[in-house]
């Protein structure tokens, strides 16, 4: 049962354009929803993340949205740089910030961000 | 700092065979993870532990073994390697547990990953 479903599986976004990853949820106890970035041989980096009782988040050219009712979030890459290639992951947590235990994270797909010149 | 090292980058072993995939951390988090990563499935959490002597079980322990000794240590122990248990594997830690709980700088921090085979 995938809990957290994510799509594109892959994207071409060409240089300065908008990068959009989109990220659905079933389980409405989530209460914290993190995007992770990693690149080819390399393990994930938290990139940016969002509580469900904000709207929107923008740190730097990322920017989540999030839909509570509609059970959705999205990751967009503004001015999208070769740079920025890499695997995105959005992901769901359980129990975040309850003291003397560490979040569940359930894990979308993967979405391939290719960025080209 | 080091950050959080993982040994060996590759193992192949056979069907039955057990191995331990070591992870390390100079950072003094307190708590540490492993996942595993299959293409298509994203990651998923397979132990994890909120300091030493304490461990608990994620999304998909069965066949791994974990422990935590000391702070700096969180090796993971297959017992009888299976090829379902092919991926890559990757050892995380944080300061809280909670990614970007204590501010932008409580991130999670993973390994480079350790890519197994099983034949």
């Known amino acids: 049962q995938q809990q957290v479903k994510q799509s594109p599986q892959s994207l071409i976004v060409q240089k300065g354009g908008i990068s959009i990853i989109n990220c659905a949820y079933e389980?409405?106890?989530?209460?914290?929803f993190p995007w992770y970035q990693q690149f080819p041989g390399k393990g994930p980096a938290l990139l940016i993340a969002?509580?469900?009782?904000?709207s929107e988040k923008k740190e730097g050219r990322f920017t989540i949205s999030f839909n509570k009712s509609a059970k959705q979030f999205s990751l967009h890459i503004m001015d999208s740089q070769p740079g920025d290639s890499a695997t995105y992951f959005c992901a769901a947590c359980l129990g975040f910030g309850m003291t003397g235990t560490a979040s569940k994270l359930t894990f979308g797909t993967g979405t391939r961000l290719q960025v080209t010149l | 700092n080091a950050g959080v090292t993982q040994t060996p980058k590759f193992q192949v072993l056979k069907t039955g065979q057990s191995m331990t995939l070591q992870c390390a951390q100079d950072m003094n988090h307190e708590y540490m993870s492993w996942y595993r990563q299959d293409p298509g499935m994203g990651l998923r959490l397979i132990h994890y532990?909120?300091?030493?002597?304490?461990?608990d079980q994620g999304e998909v322990p069965n066949g791994y073994n974990v422990s935590r000794s000391t702070t700096e240590d969180f090796p993971l122990r297959l017992l009888s390697a299976a090829p379902s248990q092919t991926s890559v594997y990757f050892c995380?830690?944080?300061?809280?547990?909670?990614?970007?709980?204590?501010?932008?700088?409580?991130?999670?921090?993973f390994g480079p990953g350790t890519r197994l085979t099983v034949l």
């Open positions: 995380a830690s944080s300061y809280s547990g909670h990614p970007g709980l204590a501010g932008s700088s409580d991130t999670q921090y």
């Open positions: 969002i509580r469900p009782d904000v």
């Open positions: 389980n409405t106890a989530f209460d914290y």
């Open positions: 532990s909120v300091g030493a002597g304490i461990t």
